[in-house]
């Protein structure tokens, strides 16, 4: 079955730097777009970053832009987020999702948390 798994949040002090790994299974990765979202306590779902399925091209929310840097690897069917000076707003739980025309698929999400 369809599967995308987070991994790698957890708690992190300001300034630090986390890398989220997101790993595909059940459908053809190197044919979807990738995208990272985040949610946090009491806000809407938000968009973070996406890579297109062949890498090529790369979207960044204005936020993130500078700090975070959206990658692929589809011989690994995984697609990563390395987020760096992380700030406290940053606090969300973090979703990767998988889009191909209609089809869209969703993570159950890894949180991260910035705080001293």
């Known amino acids: 079955q369809v599967q995308l798994v987070e991994s790698g949040g957890g708690p992190v002090q300001p300034g630090e730097s986390l890398r989220l790994p997101c790993t595909a299974s059940?459908?053809?990765?190197?044919?979807?777009?990738m995208r990272w979202y985040r949610q946090a306590p009491g806000k809407e779902r938000e968009f973070v970053a996406l890579i297109g399925a062949s890498g090529g091209l790369t979207n960044y929310a204005d936020s993130v832009e500078g700090r975070f840097t959206i990658s692929r690897d589809n011989a690994k069917n995984t697609v990563s987020l390395q987020m760096n000076n992380l700030k406290p707003e940053d606090t969300a739980v973090y979703y990767c999702?998988?889009?191909?025309?209609?089809?869209?698929?969703w993570g159950q999400g890894t949180q991260v948390t910035v705080s001293s």
């Open positions: 999702s998988a889009r191909f025309s209609a089809m869209v698929y």
């Open positions: 059940g459908f053809a990765f190197i044919y979807y777009d």
